[in-house]
């Protein structure tokens, strides 16, 4: 037998910072990538922006979070959260530090 992945292995996976959470189990992510100019060789940060589903409404503005591609699920979403990497910075978790 093969070594093949199946088909829900092979779904792109993504880092992003989400920049929108106003719609309903909704958030917008950010997702920052390094190409390189192809006449001057100068790196450059392209970025794009993907709606992805957050089935807990989870996610705030800021939060780092992994992204996977998955069935459309309505006419802009074709992402899901997996999970959160690192939640954003607010005046109460940084007064709780600082404690």
Do not use: F
């Not at 992805?52 to 996977?68: F, L, Q, S, T």
């Amino acid at each position: 037998m093969s070594q093949e992945k199946k088909w829900h292995e092979k779904r792109k996976e993504m880092v992003g910072v989400v920049v929108s959470d106003k719609m309903d189990k909704t958030v917008v992510v950010k997702v920052d990538r390094k190409v390189q100019h192809p006449i001057y060789k100068k790196h450059i940060i392209k970025s794009k922006k993907y709606h992805a589903h957050d089935p807990n409404n989870e996610c705030k503005v800021g939060d780092i979070v992994v992204i996977r591609e998955t069935r459309p699920i309505s006419k802009t979403k074709r992402w899901v959260v997996v999970k959160i990497l690192q939640r954003a910075k607010t005046p109460e978790t940084v007064e709780q530090e600082n404690v």
